[in-house]
């Protein structure tokens, strides 16, 4: 009697997921009419199935929200740090401005010419400095943001996300940037409607 239950609870359970698949891949087939007709090609029934069966216990939901928390945390310090660099760079160039002020109220007629070259030579240096600094945060930034996309590609892989892998191609990097853009709206609307497992 007892195996009799444990069958039937098992023919139960995957039923539920049986059912919860086609209504993921439904959809899913539903979201992906939103892109683009190159990326609609793309993305197979297979893809899509495969999709929606890794979707149905609801942990990639988890782990996308977990990696788009860290991607905003990464994007919110970056942007910190380059604001920081630009403040410190306007109080540069404000405190030069105000000693090139000074030296010249206080300067001799006849050393004035001698006073401007150096002081427009003080400004090209300086401006050469703040330009190759603002270069190298741009750099750090993209750099960053590059091994941020590695680490998703990555933990998705991982998590066995189909269409996900590590990859510097656009094209794939733009596919799979769509795949989590279906399954960021599957896991909206499943949160509105409350039916999430």
Not at 37 to 49: A, D, E, I, N, V
Not at 57 to 74: F, K, P, R
Request: charged letters at 25%; glycine letters at 4%; aromatic letters at 4%.
């Amino acid at each position: 009697m007892d195996l009799y239950c444990t069958v039937s609870g098992d023919q139960s359970d995957s039923a539920r997921q049986q059912e919860r698949h086609y209504y993921l891949l439904s959809e899913l087939q539903t979201l992906v009419k939103d892109l683009s007709s190159s990326f609609q090609q793309r993305l197979s029934y297979t893809t899509l199935s495969d999709l929606a069966q890794a979707l149905i216990d609801g942990t990639v939901y988890e782990i996308v929200q977990g990696l788009l928390d860290i991607q905003h945390l990464t994007e919110k310090n970056l942007y910190n740090q380059r604001q920081k660099l630009h403040s410190e760079h306007r109080g540069l160039k404000q405190d030069l401005i105000r000693k090139h002020k000074q030296a010249l109220q206080a300067c001799k007629s006849h050393n004035l010419s001698v006073l401007k070259t150096n002081q427009r030579a003080e400004t090209e240096a300086l401006d050469q400095r703040v330009k190759d600094e603002q270069r190298m945060m741009d750099e750090k930034i993209v750099a960053e943001m590059d091994q941020k996309v590695l680490d998703q590609q990555n933990t998705l892989e991982k998590a066995g996300v189909p269409g996900f892998y590590i990859t510097s191609n656009p094209q794939e990097v733009m596919m799979q940037m769509n795949l989590l853009e279906l399954v960021l709206k599957l896991q909206q609307k499943e949160t509105l409607s409350g039916s999430l497992p």
